[in-house]
């Protein structure tokens, strides 16, 4: 399959914004595409997804500070992340998912990205 690539980590300071994104090839659009991360010493968890027609979903913890969007022309999503707090530090992966239905879980994953790390200092 063609690889994910994401870009756009960083070291921020808290409060500030990192605009991560993932050059994701052309896809079926029976796929959906998303965002998770992983913390040092915890498990992967689900950030955010989004389906073909643009409609997003988000794990409970961003609280409205993060936007996935995506751009179908250039095959590119993306992850606006404002506000970023020190608990935000990890490994960001972008993902090919392949149900809507419990999105956040790793086995609905069929492809990841190889990562870009994200770093919150306070």
């Known amino acids: 399959q063609v690889p994910l690539a994401e870009a756009g980590g960083g070291s921020v300071q808290a409060g500030q914004s990192l605009r991560l994104s993932c050059a994701t090839g052309?896809?079926?659009?029976?796929?959906?595409m998303a965002w998770f991360r992983q913390a040092p010493g915890k498990e992967r968890e689900g950030v955010a997804i989004?389906?073909?027609?643009?409609?997003?979903a988000y794990g409970d913890f961003v609280k409205g500070r993060f936007t996935i969007s995506k751009d179908n022309g250039k095959n590119t999503l993306f992850l606006q992340m404002n506000s970023l707090e020190p608990g935000d530090t990890g490994m960001y992966f972008c993902?090919?998912?392949?149900?809507?239905?419990?999105?956040?879980?790793?086995?609905?994953?069929?492809?990841w990205g190889q990562g870009t790390q994200v770093t919150v200092t306070s």
């Open positions: 993902a090919l998912v392949s149900q809507w239905y419990l999105w956040h879980q790793e086995d609905r994953v069929v492809l």
């Open positions: 052309s896809r079926d659009n029976s796929f959906y």
């Open positions: 989004i389906d073909y027609s643009g409609t997003p």
